[in-house]
């Protein structure tokens, strides 16, 4: 059964960083491109990073770029999204997703895997 395990999520202050982990149980990540989502209760889910099946081109959401970065450790079959200068409002669920494509992409619909997802929390 494939499935995505997320974890790393807690809650920080504003400014503060975090770094989610993405694993495979059951498989591995490496022939997947990999996204990261998040949502928050009303809202709908929404495209925060992604990153090719071997880690060459990587795809921002404005709303992140050049506050999270989003890597991979083939070695480890892991997926890294590394979260820096956090604000309130990227409070969320953080979900991690599988494409069987070479390269990441910002649509829900490309993601043929999903997480159970992760929370994140940025609060004084």
């Known amino acids: 059964q494939v499935q995505l395990v997320e974890s790393g999520g807690g809650l920080v202050q504003p400014g503060g960083s975090l770094r989610l982990s993405c694993a495979g149980s059951g498989f591995t990540l490496d022939h997947y491109a990999i996204g990261w989502f998040r949502q928050v209760p009303g809202k709908e889910r929404e495209f925060v990073a992604a990153i090719a099946w071997n880690g060459g081109s990587t795809l921002y959401a404005d709303s992140v770029k050049g506050r999270f970065t989003i890597s991979r450790d083939r070695a480890k079959s892991t997926v890294f999204l590394q979260m820096d200068n956090l604000k309130v409002e990227d409070t969320a669920t953080y979900y991690c997703?599988?494409?069987?494509?070479?390269?990441?992409?910002?649509?829900?619909?490309?993601?043929?895997?999903w997480g159970q997802g992760t929370q994140v929390t940025v609060s004084s």
């Open positions: 997703a599988a494409a069987r494509s070479s390269y990441g992409s910002s649509s829900i619909g490309a993601y043929q895997y």
